[in-house]
């Protein structure tokens, strides 16, 4: 008998007939529903309603725990919340940089190698060649999409249809906790975007992408800040949320513990740390980031039918609109750097700046995507160098070889033609010659070894379960084999480059030239050189004498540029983390921030589209550089360029002390203060004719503004006394050198 259609024969059995038609109908209703629900776990599917997982062995395992069950998964999990951490304290695990950087390209390479054997006409890179018409139309057609299904989606509400987001208010904490990672950072991928060494030309652009992460940071206001808002909200269930700074963060006991999310948010921490190396990447990235999304809309109006507030998704769908939003504001960056890198490069440059925006773009759709599978990433990345890689393989078999002298004997495997006991021999391996034809024999012997793929090659299955060699190597050694066997692949990244049209070594090379500033100046002071230099220099003469009224004359521009661009960096690594700057003091670095970029006064309603319309520089920046103009000074190209021009000490002190803003933060406001005064002289004399009378007006408010805002930060500084130690420093170091800057105080 089909058992799907014989329920109503065993009711009649039980049922009496004397029982009214009624109750016999809702007791067959109530077993029906049963039965279809047994059937469904049957079926494989678990029941609806529920938080579990179904397994074949009719067992039901806590979805929390799903991750464990398959150790790969947990691991990658690890991996990434490990990332999320460090790369929000970098300046404290500085290590994780070279991991970071393989992660972001690995990646890349991964989404660009799924997307490509898609075919899709429906995806950017169908377009080959850039048209900014042709692009205007592929996002309006994604966003048609949306809205489609989301006018589907309602019908369907309309006719009495079930959410599809989130069933209910247990189901909707779980979805929260679940995407929790991404939203903890949200604009993360533009952190460090805001950087004095980018080159002069491109700081318009520049500024115009950061504004939508200011924008996302509320513009320093506190209650319109993104992850403040999300924050609050999790707290209806997390009441003792942690900082996503923290590494309380990373604990099993909140449940955040989808890997798409961390992965996503782990990618957007990457990108960000590396923003001079992937500019047209990020630009890309936030062009698709910033589109309307389906589940946004979805859960703007199923949250408050639970009892949440729904107000974070409200919010995105609102300020990323495709007219006067984020949407639109991010389509016009990338319109803007491609024509930049036309008028500067030429054709060929920029095409393959559409293809690496290309790249950015797909990274972000891919990783919002469903079934990504990544889990090889712990192995196909490795901090180490392949030389370091291959000293260790050599210590491991050699220490192996000592303990299992006489075992090999009978095998009959060869490796390069010898046998496995020739190989291993104790006299051998001393020969350090020997040893690299070893290892080069080993990594040519299939399938003992297939280079690039560890988890295929036989070398490492025998030293897991099941294996002959199982026990002979601790986890650690085997996890060696892995990176060693995983570092054979050639060129690791190749799809990336080919895609993007740059070879390795050219991208490496470019790479290592933007970096180099911030190489030479990175570093911090520790407490022996606060205590022997502040007393001396807290009773320097110059410290207390009055500023002389200025003519043009009296400044020494050679000392005053130098100091004059490098302020920017004293706080702009401050921010990179969007979770820290969700405080009052976060709040007034970020508005601090905005007025030296030259950016409006902050309002309840933002500028948007407006603002970025503007396309100069008309920041601190912006008028140091005309400063140079008045002065009939060859403009240099870049920061770096400019110090080679004007060298100055305690410029690159600033850069180097600025790479550590939280170890640094009262020294960098304590030098930001002496300069800030620096500007204010400037500011009250327009007679001095380094500027124009609109610039000098311009000078006084963003003087006014920065003022305001430092006021804020002093307050918060005034509750520690270390911070206004390091602060009174700071103030007294920055003061000695900005005196110098007007000929009158030399003595």
């Given at each position: 008998?089909?058992?799907?259609?014989?329920?109503?024969?065993?009711?009649?059995?039980?049922?009496?007939?004397?029982?009214?038609?009624?109750?016999?109908?809702?007791?067959?209703?109530?077993?029906?529903?049963?039965?279809?629900?047994?059937?469904?776990?049957?079926?494989?599917?678990?029941?609806?309603?529920?938080?579990?997982?179904?397994?074949?062995?009719?067992?039901?395992?806590?979805?929390?725990?799903?991750?464990?069950?398959?150790?790969?998964?947990?691991?990658?999990?690890?991996?990434?919340?490990?990332?999320?951490?460090?790369?929000?304290?970098?300046?404290?695990?500085?290590?994780?940089?070279?991991?970071?950087?393989?992660?972001?390209?690995?990646?890349?390479?991964?989404?660009?190698?799924?997307?490509?054997?898609?075919?899709?006409?429906?995806?950017?890179?169908?377009?080959?060649?850039?048209?900014?018409?042709?692009?205007?139309?592929?996002?309006?057609?994604?966003?048609?999409?949306?809205?489609?299904?989301?006018?589907?989606?309602?019908?369907?509400?309309?006719?009495?249809?079930?959410?599809?987001?989130?069933?209910?208010?247990?189901?909707?904490?779980?979805?929260?906790?679940?995407?929790a990672p991404l939203k903890l950072v949200d604009g993360?991928?533009?952190?460090?975007?805001?950087?004095?060494?980018?080159?002069?030309?491109?700081?318009?652009?520049?500024?115009?992408?950061?504004?939508?992460?200011?924008?996302?940071?509320?513009?320093?206001?506190?209650?319109?800040?993104?992850?403040?808002?999300?924050?609050?909200?999790?707290?209806?269930?997390?009441?003792?949320?942690?900082?996503?700074?923290?590494?309380?963060?990373?604990?099993?006991?909140?449940?955040?513990?989808?890997?798409?999310?961390?992965?996503?948010?782990?990618?957007?921490?990457?990108?960000?740390?590396?923003?001079?190396?992937?500019?047209?990447?990020?630009?890309?990235?936030?062009?698709?980031?910033?589109?309307?999304?389906?589940?946004?809309?979805?859960?703007?109006?199923?949250?408050?039918?639970?009892?949440?507030?729904?107000?974070?998704?409200?919010?995105?769908?609102?300020?990323?609109?495709?007219?006067?939003?984020?949407?639109?504001?991010?389509?016009?960056?990338?319109?803007?750097?491609?024509?930049?890198?036309?008028?500067?490069?030429?054709?060929?440059?920029?095409?393959?700046?559409?293809?690496?925006?290309?790249?950015?773009?797909?990274?972000?759709?891919?990783?919002?995507?469903?079934?990504?599978?990544?889990?090889?990433?712990?192995?196909?990345?490795?901090?180490?160098?392949?030389?370091?890689?291959?000293s260790r393989i050599c210590e491991i078999f050699r220490?192996?070889?000592?303990?299992?002298?006489?075992?090999?004997?009978?095998?009959?495997?060869?490796?390069?033609?010898?046998?496995?006991?020739?190989?291993?021999?104790?006299?051998?391996?001393?020969?350090?010659?020997?040893?690299?034809?070893?290892?080069?024999?080993?990594?040519?012997?299939?399938?003992?070894?297939?280079?690039?793929?560890?988890?295929?090659?036989?070398?490492?299955?025998?030293?897991?379960?099941?294996?002959?060699?199982?026990?002979?190597?601790?986890?650690?050694?085997?996890?060696?084999?892995?990176?060693?066997?995983?570092?054979?692949?050639?060129?690791?990244?190749?799809?990336?480059?080919?895609?993007?049209?740059?070879?390795?070594?050219?991208?490496?090379?470019?790479?290592?030239?933007?970096?180099?500033?911030?190489?030479?100046?990175?570093?911090?002071?520790?407490?022996?050189?606060?205590?022997?230099?502040?007393?001396?220099?807290?009773?320097?003469?110059?410290?207390?004498?009055?500023?002389?009224?200025?003519?043009?004359?009296?400044?020494?521009?050679?000392?005053?540029?130098?100091?004059?661009?490098?302020?920017?960096?004293?706080?702009?690594?401050?921010?990179?983390?969007?979770?820290?700057?969700?405080?009052?003091?976060?709040?007034?670095?970020?508005?601090?921030?905005?007025?030296?970029?030259?950016?409006?006064?902050?309002?309840?309603?933002?500028?948007?589209i407006d603002e970025s319309h503007t396309g100069n520089?008309?920041?601190?920046?912006?008028?140091?550089?005309?400063?140079?103009?008045?002065?009939?000074?060859?403009?240099?190209?870049?920061?770096?360029?400019?110090?080679?021009?004007?060298?100055?000490?305690?410029?690159?002190?600033?850069?180097?002390?600025?790479?550590?803003?939280?170890?640094?933060?009262?020294?960098?406001?304590?030098?930001?203060?002496?300069?800030?005064?620096?500007?204010?002289?400037?500011?009250?004399?327009?007679?001095?004719?380094?500027?124009?009378?609109?610039?000098?007006?311009?000078?006084?408010?963003?003087?006014?503004?920065?003022?305001?805002?430092?006021?804020?930060?002093?307050?918060?500084?005034?509750?520690?006394?270390?911070?206004?130690?390091?602060?009174?420093?700071?103030?007294?170091?920055?003061?000695?050198?900005?005196?110098?800057?007007?000929?009158?105080?030399?003595?």
């Amino acid at each position: 008998m089909d058992f799907k259609s014989s329920y109503g024969t065993v009711l009649a059995f039980f049922v009496p007939s004397s029982m009214s038609k009624i109750i016999a109908s809702l007791l067959l209703f109530t077993a029906a529903f049963c039965l279809r629900r047994i059937l469904k776990v049957q079926d494989n599917e678990p029941p609806q309603g529920t938080n579990l997982h179904y397994s074949r062995k009719s067992r039901f395992i806590p979805s929390a725990i799903k991750p464990i069950a398959k150790d790969s998964g947990f691991h990658e999990l690890e991996f990434y919340k490990s990332l999320f951490f460090k790369l929000q304290n970098v300046e404290y695990h500085s290590e994780v940089l070279p991991l970071a950087r393989q992660g972001i390209l690995f990646l890349l390479s991964e989404a660009l190698r799924d997307y490509t054997k898609r075919e899709s006409h429906s995806s950017i890179i169908s377009m080959v060649n850039f048209n900014k018409e042709e692009l205007s139309q592929f996002l309006q057609n994604h966003q048609k999409n949306v809205t489609d299904k989301y006018e589907k989606y309602i019908a369907k509400r309309n006719a009495g249809g079930f959410r599809q987001l989130v069933r209910d208010r247990q189901d909707a904490e779980s979805w929260l906790r679940k995407i929790a990672p991404l939203k903890l950072v949200d604009g993360a991928w533009l952190g460090h975007l805001n950087k004095i060494t980018i080159p002069f030309s491109f700081r318009p652009i520049m500024k115009k992408t950061w504004q939508v992460f200011t924008e996302e940071l509320g513009d320093g206001n506190l209650l319109q800040h993104h992850v403040h808002i999300f924050e609050n909200l999790l707290r209806v269930f997390e009441p003792e949320l942690p900082s996503a700074t923290t590494e309380e963060i990373l604990h099993p006991r909140l449940n955040f513990n989808s890997i798409k999310y961390w992965r996503a948010a782990a990618a957007q921490l990457m990108i960000s740390a590396f923003s001079a190396d992937f500019f047209p990447e990020i630009l890309g990235f936030n062009m698709h980031f910033e589109m309307l999304q389906l589940d946004t809309m979805q859960a703007a109006k199923e949250l408050p039918e639970v009892g949440l507030d729904p107000y974070y998704f409200i919010l995105h769908i609102s300020i990323d609109n495709s007219h006067s939003g984020h949407a639109a504001m991010s389509m016009d960056c990338v319109v803007d750097y491609v024509q930049k890198i036309l008028d500067l490069e030429g054709e060929k440059a920029a095409h393959t700046a559409w293809r690496r925006i290309q790249a950015g773009y797909v990274l972000s759709e891919w990783l919002g995507s469903e079934g990504i599978q990544t889990a090889d990433i712990r192995y196909k990345l490795d901090s180490s160098p392949c030389d370091q890689l291959e000293s260790r393989i050599c210590e491991i078999f050699r220490a192996k070889a000592q303990a299992a002298q006489g075992i090999h004997t009978g095998c009959k495997a060869k490796i390069g033609g010898r046998s496995l006991d020739d190989w291993l021999s104790l006299r051998s391996l001393q020969d350090e010659d020997w040893q690299p034809n070893f290892l080069r024999a080993l990594a040519a012997s299939t399938p003992w070894v297939y280079p690039g793929e560890s988890k295929k090659s036989r070398l490492v299955k025998e030293c897991c379960w099941g294996g002959k060699m199982f026990g002979a190597f601790t986890r650690e050694e085997v996890s060696t084999l892995q990176q060693w066997i995983d570092s054979l692949e050639p060129r690791r990244n190749l799809f990336y480059f080919d895609f993007v049209g740059l070879s390795e070594d050219i991208h490496c090379r470019d790479c290592s030239r933007s970096n180099i500033l911030s190489q030479k100046t990175s570093g911090s002071l520790n407490s022996t050189d606060l205590t022997d230099e502040i007393t001396p220099l807290l009773h320097h003469p110059q410290l207390s004498s009055t500023w002389p009224k200025l003519s043009a004359s009296d400044l020494d521009l050679p000392l005053l540029l130098p100091l004059w661009f490098s302020q920017c960096s004293l706080l702009e690594s401050f921010v990179y983390a969007p979770g820290r700057t969700a405080d009052p003091m976060g709040c007034a670095v970020v508005r601090l921030l905005r007025a030296q970029l030259g950016f409006e006064i902050e309002h309840t309603v933002i500028t948007g589209i407006d603002e970025s319309h503007t396309g100069n520089d008309n920041g601190i920046v912006g008028i140091g550089l005309e400063m140079i103009k008045r002065a009939s000074l060859l403009a240099p190209a870049d920061l770096s360029m400019l110090l080679v021009c004007w060298p100055s000490e305690f410029a690159e002190k600033m850069l180097r002390l600025s790479s550590k803003p939280l170890q640094n933060l009262g020294v960098l406001l304590g030098i930001f203060a002496a300069l800030l005064e620096l500007q204010g002289i400037i500011a009250e004399a327009p007679n001095v004719g380094l500027l124009s009378p609109e610039s000098y007006v311009h000078l006084q408010v963003l003087f006014r503004r920065q003022c305001h805002y430092l006021q804020e930060c002093k307050q918060y500084v005034s509750t520690d006394e270390w911070l206004l130690v390091d602060y009174s420093y700071g103030y007294a170091m920055a003061k000695t050198e900005t005196a110098k800057c007007v000929k009158l105080n030399r003595g």
